[in-house]
């Protein structure tokens, strides 16, 4: 099988079982790209940490929830027509002025403005999300802003460090990770999700900030646990500088294992090119039942970023069941 052969088969599937896929960012971006082309039944469910940018300023001018990451996962599911491409491009649109909105993302403001018109943020992104004629819903992981503090060790120097946008370049290695409040209220529109779904997805991404936050709120734990829906997790393709660069592939996937013990996968998707020892992240995948699926999932310019289509083609292997009829570990090589 080419890949080209790979990807229009993954192109071809009109699959209508409900998927969740959980992130933030550009990692949750990159998985929502991807998964439109293989289901027209997708709910995100995004961080709602971010306290640096446009949304940092913001949360600390308003009490809201951080935007951010909600835009850009709406901008991801956007209709692929000139009304959804053209509105899509507005809410990306970062304003340049000598003035206090320089910065701002318009579709930041927008959110922020049908939030406080509304008094309801789940209401407030279906309305932008029917703006868009997005290919799903986005749905945020809390309805009370997160912050996240971590405990570092940087070659025997041990520190604290509070916020997303700080843990993130933080030097040394997380120790531990925690989120305030410890308990947030979660939509329940989140809940039923997880709980219908046939897949559920998680990563890539800042991983201490973006994808495990996830399996730190209670109601959202117990709900990954619980579904009987299968479960992915989509390695990165790079180690962030700070958070991650002392993290080997596998060390990544025993992360997961260390805050949710209880939390199994089924299959781990990586890409060979970034993946440091196969052998031991298989053995890590298996400690949390999951087989391991080597695909090309970069893009073509080497760069670390998942291709869509790519990621489809893998994810659609997944999904069909491919990795049961070839054995525990299934690689393919361009």
Request: aromatic residues 4%.
């Amino acid at each position: 099988m080419t890949y080209l052969d790979a990807a229009g088969w993954a192109l071809r599937g009109e699959a209508g079982d409900p998927v969740v896929a959980l992130g933030g960012g550009h990692g949750l971006s990159a998985t929502l790209r991807a998964l439109r082309h293989i289901t027209r039944s997708l709910t995100a469910v995004v961080t709602v940490a971010d306290d640096g940018g446009s949304s940092g300023r913001l949360r600390k001018e308003m009490p809201i929830l951080p935007p951010g990451d909600l835009r850009m996962a709406l901008a991801s599911l956007c209709e692929e027509s000139e009304w959804g491409l053209t509105w899509r491009d507005v809410l990306q649109t970062r304003l340049r002025t000598s003035g206090p909105l320089d910065g701002h993302a318009l579709g930041n403001l927008l959110i922020s403005g049908l939030w406080q018109l509304l008094d309801d943020p789940v209401e407030g992104l279906q309305w932008v999300a029917r703006l868009l004629g997005a290919s799903g819903r986005v749905l945020p992981m809390s309805t009370q802003p997160l912050d996240i503090e971590a405990d570092m060790d940087d070659d025997g120097r041990r520190y604290t460090v509070s916020g997303q946008s700080k843990v993130a370049i933080a030097p040394g290695t997380v120790e531990g990770v925690r989120i305030t409040p410890e308990n947030p209220e979660v939509p329940e529109q989140v809940i039923e999700a997880i709980s219908e779904a046939s897949w559920v997805v998680l990563g890539p991404g800042s991983w201490y900030t973006s994808v495990i936050p996830h399996l730190l709120v209670p109601s959202i734990h117990r709900a990954l646990v619980t579904t009987d829906a299968h479960r992915a997790l989509i390695l990165n393709l790079s180690r962030q500088r700070g958070e991650t660069d002392r993290l080997s592939t596998a060390d990544h996937v025993r992360a997961i294992s260390r805050y949710a013990p209880d939390f199994k996968l089924d299959v781990v998707i990586a890409d060979p090119t970034a993946t440091d020892d196969i052998d031991d992240l298989i053995v890590a995948s298996e400690e949390l039942g999951a087989r391991v699926l080597l695909r090309q999932v970069r893009t073509g310019d080497g760069q670390p970023h998942h291709d869509p289509l790519r990621l489809a083609a893998a994810l659609r292997d997944a999904f069909d069941g491919f990795l049961g009829e070839v054995g525990r570990t299934e690689t393919w090589l361009p």
